[in-house]
């Protein structure tokens, strides 16, 4: 009988999750309170798991019900590249071998997050052989996949890691990618004969894998064929890509580094699960002419004054945003995805706009990741309620606030200058290259809103909030219990632990990872600290219970 009557509890709360509404496991009559007040604390405890063990396997049978009905669109999410074009494939797959120092898989992984999957693999995960449209043939390149940074990680509690798909990543560094590649063409051991030699001393299918020998063989090919007595195609390709990261670099330095970082390149070096959200896209449109008649007048015209830094965003339940990016100024949901890719591949050209046209409505519906261990039911229920008095009105409604009210670190969000602005929206209708699809069709505003004179951001839905940390729109809270208590908030801790802190809701912070400095121009932890203004009026640094009881109910969205 006592087990009967929490039958009801059970049933609610399968329902409610399953269906997607709030927890609510209250309604239970005076003869089922008065049973469950004769069991012990042991069997309650064991029943409220039960009960939390169900909704888990609910969610995630329905987690994986979606990815299998939807396995086009998932295929193309993590293996279809961005973009058509990248890193010559022959010069990522020697590097190991050439400058092994730099390029073995430890050593990668350490400097960039990057990691396979399989040992085996010739690739690391998120990366896609692919190749720029040419009536000739041309050489195979290597670039990211969505799931490069939009598939994080977590070590349960059984000790076996698992893929978050769609959660933010908190180890790919795409600028330490950068920093890396350019690194290696000034290492001495990069020079055609080493790559050569290399080359020959493959057998088939040891560099792209047994299904794309025939890349492999045209890339060999390609690599080896050139006028005799003069430079093979080889020699251009090693030579044109040293020159081009170079060159890169330099302008870099010399524009985003000294204007917008003023100097101190730390972040476009390594920034670990973060990007930067404009300059690099910025730089690849930026009229050229413009910037060698005034260098000063045209870095000021397209340039933000602080870094944009961003960490990288959750991608699941899009259907759920009013609008797109950390203020909402992307509100056509293709465009978002094009976005994304253009930030990458940086030429309109080439992006790949059948991938955007497959994962946008993938990542509209996609579920986000179970939390994947234990939730206090007991402190969840009561939870709820704070959760609508501290939370909700903010999150549940897409407030947009400007950057003085909500405090937190600007250059995000006044990084997009007006003319800037103009290119992107340019750039965006570019990309989209199908006249037919109405979403090609979106108003400027539409596009990219101009918010120039009215900078901030928008509160987002808070669901799967527990894989998307560290929080705020930089990343520079390890925890949501440091969220809600600003005076716990570190100024320095590790980011990349794959370890989750249950207790305080976030991955571990102060072990095992890359520094992150909040001192550092870009990664300020300030801000969202006016109880009365977001927490709805609750001290949680003096009510420690209610800390405890909204962190367990926010585990559970």
């Known amino acids: 009988m006592k087990k009967l009557a929490l039958v009801s509890m059970i049933t609610v709360a399968v329902l409610s999750q399953s269906c997607g509404t709030a927890l609510d496991l209250r309604q239970r009559n005076k003869k089922q309170e008065s049973d469950e007040a004769n069991l012990t604390g042991k069997q309650i405890d064991e029943l409220k798991d039960k009960v939390w063990s169900v909704i888990q396997s609910e969610r995630q ?124 063409v000034t290492h001495p051991n990069y020079t055609y004969e080493k790559f050569r030699d290399a080359l020959l001393s493959k057998p088939d299918g040891a560099l792209y894998g047994l299904d794309r020998i025939a890349d492999e063989r045209m890339d060999k090919a390609i690599f080896m064929s050139g006028p005799v007595g003069g430079p093979t195609v080889g020699q251009t390709i090693i030579e044109q890509f040293k020159a081009t990261l170079l060159q890169k670099s330099a302008f870099v330095s ?32 930026m009229p050229l002419a413009e910037f060698q008649a005034d260098p000063a007048s045209t870095v000021q015209k397209y340039f933000g004054l602080n870094p944009s830094v961003a960490d990288i965003m959750s991608v699941w339940r899009q259907d ?87 405090g937190t670190e600007p250059g995000r969000a006044t990084g997009l200058t007006a003319e800037a602005r103009l290119l992107l929206v340019k750039n965006l209708k570019a990309s989209c290259s199908d006249l037919a699809n109405p979403d090609c069709v979106a108003s400027d505003e539409d596009i990219i809103v101009p918010r120039q004179d009215n900078p901030g951001y928008l509160a987002l839905p808070l669901t799967g909030l527990w894989a998307r940390a560290p929080y705020l729109h930089n990343g520079s809270v390890p925890t949501i219990a440091q969220l809600l208590v600003p ?71």
Request: include cysteine.
């Open 320 to 406: 759920q945003r009013v609008a797109a990016q950390w203020d909402g100024n992307i509100r056509n949901s293709l465009i978002r995805n094009l976005g994304a890719e253009l930030g990458v591949a940086g030429d309109p050209r080439i992006v790949n706009f059948q991938n955007a046209v497959l994962t946008t409505p993938f990542v509209s519906k996609l579920p986000p990741p179970v939390y994947p261990f234990k939730v206090d039911l007991a402190k969840a229920i009561p939870g709820r309620d704070i959760y609508k008095q501290a939370c909700a009105g903010c999150h549940e409604n897409e407030v947009f606030m400007g950057i003085n009210d909500v």
């Open 61 to 184: 049978k329905n987690l994986d019900t979606y990815l299998s009905n939807n396995k086009a669109a998932f295929d193309s999410f993590t293996k279809a590249p961005v973009g058509f074009n990248g890193t010559p494939g022959v010069i990522l797959r020697l590097l190991p071998e050439v400058i092994p120092d730099l390029w073995s898989d430890a050593s990668v992984t350490s400097f960039t997050g990057l990691f396979k999957q399989r040992s085996t693999d010739p690739f690391y995960y998120g990366m896609s052989l692919t190749k720029a449209p040419s009536a000739t043939p041309t050489p195979t390149t290597v670039q990211f996949t969505c799931a490069a940074c939009h598939t994080g990680r977590v070590i349960g509690a059984d000790g076996i890691e698992r893929m978050l798909v769609g959660a933010p990543t908190t180890r790919f560094d795409i600028n330490g990618f950068r920093t890396l590649l350019t690194g290696s």
């Open 254 to 285: 010399q524009t985003l580094g000294a204007y917008s970082y003023h100097g101190d390149l730390t972040l476009l070096k390594s920034s670990p699960g973060h990007v930067e959200a404009f300059g690099f896209a910025t730089l690849a449109f």
């Open 487 to 557: 005076s716990t908030r570190p100024a320095t801790f590790k980011i990349g632990n794959l370890k989750y802190d249950q207790v305080n809701m976030g991955f571990v912070w102060n072990q095992d990872g890359k520094d992150f400095n909040t001192a550092i121009l870009g990664y300020s932890n300030q801000g969202h600290a006016d109880i009365k203004k977001f927490n709805g009026g609750i001290d949680f640094s003096k009510q420690p219970d209610k800390l405890k009881n909204l962190i367990e109910y926010l585990k559970t969205l």
